[in-house]
Antibody
């Protein structure tokens, strides 16, 4: 079955750029949306954004000015970049697949496969 | 953004009890509502999507209901492995938003 694995530095300095990659195994990255979600220590979940395998994106407006999500279909990977980080960006970062079920005229979206998460600490 | 509010924030119950968690949206979201379970140190797990559709592999003691602004997650007979934190999430529009979570603890 499809598995996701996050990777990237666990420590980032303030004002620098956080960069994470999610590798998809056991299935193709094509024909799905892929999302990033984060969870600060002891707090709830925050949706960061998603990307379609074709490259179209949708970001949370609260982070939009600092976020870039990209996809590399040849490597079955998608990535997150978050610029100008502060201590408030310290969190566990999860990647997830977005499942879709048609429900005319719209679609049901839900995050059905998650990576295990990776902890990113912003500190000098 | 659509605000999602869960109640209660914490719930204590015995094994075998019936547990009910409520989620309220700040505007109507039809039935674009998902429920997740999260255990300490683990990623969230999808339980229910589209308000009442059970995700494959999830035990039938979990059920969801509701439409519009008010939704419910019910666990019919609590098992030891059900003690966790539960989140609702709306997918009516972006940004997707989650409730603050309900921590279900064993009594």
């Amino acid at each position: 079955q499809v598995q996701l694995q996050e990777s990237g530095p666990g420590l980032v300095k303030p004002s620098e750029t956080l960069s994470l990659t999610c590798t998809v195994s056991g299935g193709s990255i094509s024909s799905y949306y892929w999302s990033w979600i984060r969870q600060p220590p002891g707090k709830g979940l925050e949706w960061i954004g998603y990307i379609y395998y074709s490259g179209s994106t949708n970001y949370n407006p609260s982070l939009k000015s600092r976020v870039t999500i990209s996809v590399d279909t040849s490597k079955n990977q998608f990535s997150l970049k978050l610029s100008s980080v502060t201590a408030a960006d310290t969190a566990v970062y999860y990647c997830a697949r977005v499942g879709v079920v048609p429900a005319a005229p719209y679609y049901y979206y839900y995050m059905d496969v998650w990576g295990k998460g990776t902890t990113v600490t912003v500190s000098s | 953004d659509i605000q999602m509010t869960q109640s209660p924030s914490a719930l204590s119950a015995f094994v075998g009890d019936r547990a009910t968690i409520t989620c309220r949206a700040s505007q109507s979201i039809s039935n674009y509502l998902n429920w997740y379970q999260q255990k300490p140190g683990k990623a969230p797990k999808l339980l229910i999507y589209a308000a009442f559709s059970l995700q494959s592999g999830v035990p039938s003691r979990f059920s969801g209901s509701g439409s519009g602004t008010d939704f419910t997650l019910t666990i019919s007979s609590l098992q030891p492995e059900d003690f966790a934190t539960y989140y609702c999430q709306q997918s009516y529009n972006t940004p997707y938003t989650f409730g603050q979570g309900t921590k279900l603890e064993i009594k």
